[in-house]
Every structure is written in structure tokens, then in C-alpha cells.
């Protein structure tokens, strides 16, 4: 299913998120690309699995096109085996705010202490509720990309 993304991203300040969260996944994510014009992911998310295709982002950061199919799991265990260096690992948590839902990912492994929170909008100025534990927006920040945490961690800033 394709459709335009449009988020933005933070730094979370405490973890009373957790408190409110209605849900906690455990996420396993590699590249099989990582070109700035197009990221192709492969990932494991509880019991499904997806491949993703997502596009260059706007000037903001703020967009982008992205293309995503269910998968069996075994293929994508496949596929993580040949993706390139640095696996990612995460739990997500999916916390109701307003009308709206963030998703805060408490990475884990070489980016453990790294906590971001998303929020996917319809449209870039959508207005948001932003809770008490929402900290500094890092939206179009290169280094919180997924993609590129797997090449610099966190731990190595």
C-alpha cells in the first residue's frame, strides 16, 4: 500500500509515556538499501513482517513517499540476513494524545538510551496535543533516521 508519509519527530523527556501507552511491540529492522533517494527495510514486528519502500524526504523533513507490503516472517529473516550492517532493535509503544497517536521507540542494543517519539499527520501543519513528556522536535535531523542509526549509533555520538 503506498501513501504520502507526513511526521514529525522528538525527543522524549521522561517515560511517563509508558504509563499511558495502549501498546508495546518489539521491533527487528534492517536496510537492504540506504540510498538517500530511496531506503528499502525489511521488518519483524511481533509475529507479522513487512518490506518497505520509502522515497526522499522534503526539505522540512516533514514527507515522503512510502510503499509497504506484509511479508511471511521466514522471508523476512531471510532478508534481514542479507541486509546491510546494523540490525536495529526496538520496542514501540503506541500512546493515545488528543486525536492523535504517537509511536516513542525505546531503541535497544548500540543505540540503547535513544527514546524518539513520531507522529503521523495528514497534512504539515496539522495541529497536535503535545504531552508533558514531549521534548525537542528533531524532525529532518539526519541522525535520527532509522537508516542512519544503523550506520552511527546512538552510542557513538
Not at 13 to 37: C, I, M, W
Not at 70 to 89: H, K, M, R, S, Y
Not at 127 to 156: C, H, I, M, Q
Request: some cysteine; proline content about 4%; glycine content about 6%.
Amino acid at each position: 500500500m503506498e501513501h504520502l508519509e507526513i511526521e514529525r519527530k522528538f525527543l522524549i523527556l521522561s517515560d511517563t509515556f509508558k504509563k499511558e501507552a495502549y501498546q508495546k511491540d518489539r521491533l527487528v529492522q534492517g536496510y537492504l538499501n540506504t540510498h538517500p533517494d530511496r531506503t528499502v527495510r525489511v521488518r519483524i514486528m511481533n509475529h507479522e513482517a513487512f518490506i518497505t519502500v520509502k522515497g526522499p524526504t522534503n526539505t522540512a523533513g516533514t514527507s515522503r513517499f512510502e510503499w509497504e507490503i506484509n511479508i511471511p516472517v521466514e522471508e523476512a529473516t531471510n532478508l534481514i540476513d542479507l541486509c546491510e550492517t546494523g540490525i536495529l532493535e526496538k520496542y514501540r509503544y503506541r500512546v493515545p494524545v488528543g486525536r492523535h497517536i504517537f509511536e516513542v521507540d525505546e531503541f535497544l542494543g548500540e543505540n540503547k538510551g535513544l527514546i524518539v517519539a513520531e507522529i503521523e499527520l495528514q497534512h504539515e501543519n496539522e495541529p497536535f496535543e503535545k504531552p508533558n513528556w514531549l521534548g525537542k522536535e528533531v524532525t529532518g535531523d539526519k541522525r535520527y533516521y532509522n537508516s542512519a542509526l544503523t550506520k552511527k549509533p546512538f552510542t557513538t555520538w
